[in-house]
């Protein structure tokens, strides 16, 4: 069975740093790709990171480059977030994703994968 525990938010001030983690058990997702998402209240969700092939391949929002860093710890099967410079445009649910069969068009695309985290919040205050 296949989870996906994430772990690492909370409340934080503008230009502060917080760093997610994703837990995988079940499946290593090596070949695949593993990514972050985020919903903010009233919105609808979002790509933020993802990456692909044990994180030799990175993508990223737009809104997030430069200030957020993905990356994978193999050893721990751990996918995580690194979150600098957060802004209050930051604040939102975050979930990890996970799926084995992404080509790089789907990448983006939330529903292209196939298991989700429960989620952890973010709030960015001034």
């Known amino acids: 069975q296949v989870q996906l525990v994430e772990s690492g938010g909370g409340s934080v001030q503008v230009g502060d740093s917080l760093r997610l983690a994703c837990a995988i058990s079940?499946?290593?997702?090596?070949?695949?790709?593993v990514g972050w998402f985020r919903q903010a209240p009233g919105k609808e969700r979002e790509f933020v990171a993802t990456?692909?092939?044990?994180?030799?391949?990175?993508y990223y929002a737009d809104s997030v480059k430069g200030r957020f860093t993905i990356s994978r710890d193999n050893a721990k099967n751990t996918v995580y977030l690194q979150m600098n410079s957060l802004k209050p445009d930051d604040t939102a649910d975050y979930y990890c994703?996970?799926?084995?069969?992404?080509?790089?068009?789907?990448?983006?695309?939330?529903?292209?994968?196939?298991?989700w985290g429960q989620g952890t919040q973010v709030t960015v205050s001034l």
């Open positions: 994703a996970a799926g084995n069969s992404l080509i790089t068009s789907t990448l983006r695309n939330g529903d292209a994968y196939d298991y």
């Open positions: 079940g499946r290593t997702f090596s070949n695949g790709a």
């Open positions: 990456c692909r092939w044990n994180c030799r391949t990175l």
